[in-house]
């Protein structure tokens, strides 16, 4: 086996989502490896100053683009006019997600579209504007992020695992039209990890506790931590990987 198969050094990859957060982690990540990222977000001015931060940061290649993820029509325009200006990313990686949490009869009815349009309609529409470009060129690496909630539920979460157990079913059946192109898709969930979007909990000293209970590994997990997965998906290493889900979660989905 040789260093080179995971080599995704000047790779072009598109991560949405990732102004901040998880995203923000991922992109970081495959920049230090070598790749020339884009970075994504709804606020352009906010997605710019990231991109030369993590550019001088680590001597990588950084873009910055800026569309409604949840929006079709923007999503094609903006795809279309980034692979007009640096041509067709040999990975994406589906990042953008929402969370909002309800008591199930409880929740919101605006809540509900949101969370499936962010988390859920994003991927296919981001993922069905790329895929035609690389089924052309015979090559992709597509990485869709889920959640350890795709496979276990959660009081006031319901949504949210709904939308990231289609993520997982998504990704199969994309697999399954994709594999002829040579495009592999695959699927990280990620554990309980200290990000932006869970402060809430890990600040939380009950929750906290219960966390680092019931995660074999005994403690949340750090963002950078996702990252040599990330590049095994993306790399020719996992050539022959396609329609696979892969828990990042310090044990916790094998243990009851």
Known sequence: MQATIFDIRDKLALVTGSSRGLGN????????SGAHVVLHGRDLAGVQEEARAIAQETGARVEAVSFDVT????????????MAEHGVPDILVNNAGLQRR??????????????????LSSLFYVSRTLTPAMSERGSGKIVNIGSVQSKLARETIAPYSAT???????????????????IQV???????????????????????EWVEKRTPAKRWGHVDELVGT??????????????QNIFVDGG???VV
């Open 252 to 254: 916790m989905t094998s």
């Open 102 to 119: 309800a008591p199930f009869n409880e929740y919101a009815t605006d809540d509900w579209d949101a969370l499936v349009a962010t988390n």
């Open 230 to 243: 990330l590049v095994y998906l993306c790399s020719d290493a996992s050539n022959f990987v396609s329609g």
């Open 25 to 32: 982690a991922l992109a970081r990540g495959l920049a230090e």
């Open 164 to 182: 990231k157990g289609g993520v997982v079913l998504l990704t199969q059946g994309m697999a399954a039209d994709l594999a002829r192109f040579n």
């Open 186 to 208: 695959n699927c990280i969930s990620p554990g309980y990890f200290k990000t932006e979007m869970n402060t809430a909990l890990w600040q939380d000293p009950t929750f906290n």
């Open 71 to 82: 929006d079709a029509s923007a999503t094609r325009d903006a795809i279309e006019a980034l």
